[in-house]
């Protein structure tokens, strides 16, 4: 999956959360909460479609997500974890928890997660 950058992430987060919608309503969403002309969301729309991330359909240039928000967090933090770490999760893990404190539910739910992806259930 090709890096989606903050401005398509700004395009992506109403269609995840109201699912397929025309490219006006998405202009005006847009520009309430960004301040964005309808020029800006247009191309910003043009270059998902070319990453293949967005569906266009007509008639009235309906968007719809064609990746989900779960897919681009897992290739984000996968990258990230390659970048800065190395590969390692291990390393990963422990920069982001150096100097934060857990609550035992989150210690409990962490063990959880830790006891399942040893049992090969990732879900």
Same mark, same amino acid.
């Given at each position: 999956?090709?890096?989606? &950058?903050?401005?398509?992430? @700004?395009?992506?987060? *109403?269609?995840? #959360?109201?699912? *397929?919608? +025309?490219?006006?309503?998405?202009?005006?969403?847009?520009? #309430?909460?960004?301040?964005?002309? @309808?020029?800006?969301?247009?191309?910003?729309?043009?270059?998902?479609?070319?990453?293949? #991330?967005? +569906?266009r359909s007509?008639?009235?240039?309906?968007?719809? *997500?064609?990746?989900? @928000?779960?897919?681009?967090?897992?290739?984000?933090?996968?990258?990230?974890?390659?970048r800065l770490?190395?590969? +390692?999760? +291990?390393? &990963?893990?422990?920069? &982001?928890?150096?100097?934060?404190?857990?609550?035992?539910?989150?210690?409990?739910?962490?063990?959880?997660?830790?006891?399942?992806?040893? @049992?090969?259930?990732?879900?």
């Amino acid at each position: 999956m090709e890096k989606l &950058f903050d401005s398509e992430l @700004r395009v992506m987060e *109403p269609l995840w #959360a109201d699912g *397929p919608q +025309s490219a006006g309503e998405l202009a005006k969403k847009l520009a #309430a909460s960004a301040g964005w002309n @309808r020029n800006t969301t247009y191309t910003v729309i043009k270059k998902l479609v070319d990453k293949g #991330a967005v +569906s266009r359909s007509d008639p009235g240039f309906l968007c719809a *997500p064609l990746v989900s @928000r779960e897919d681009v967090q897992r290739a984000e933090t996968d990258n990230l974890i390659t970048r800065l770490f190395g590969g +390692s999760n +291990s390393q &990963f893990l422990s920069a &982001f928890f150096s100097g934060r404190e857990l609550t035992p539910a989150e210690a409990g739910e962490l063990r959880s997660l830790i006891e399942r992806l040893e @049992r090969g259930d990732g879900t």
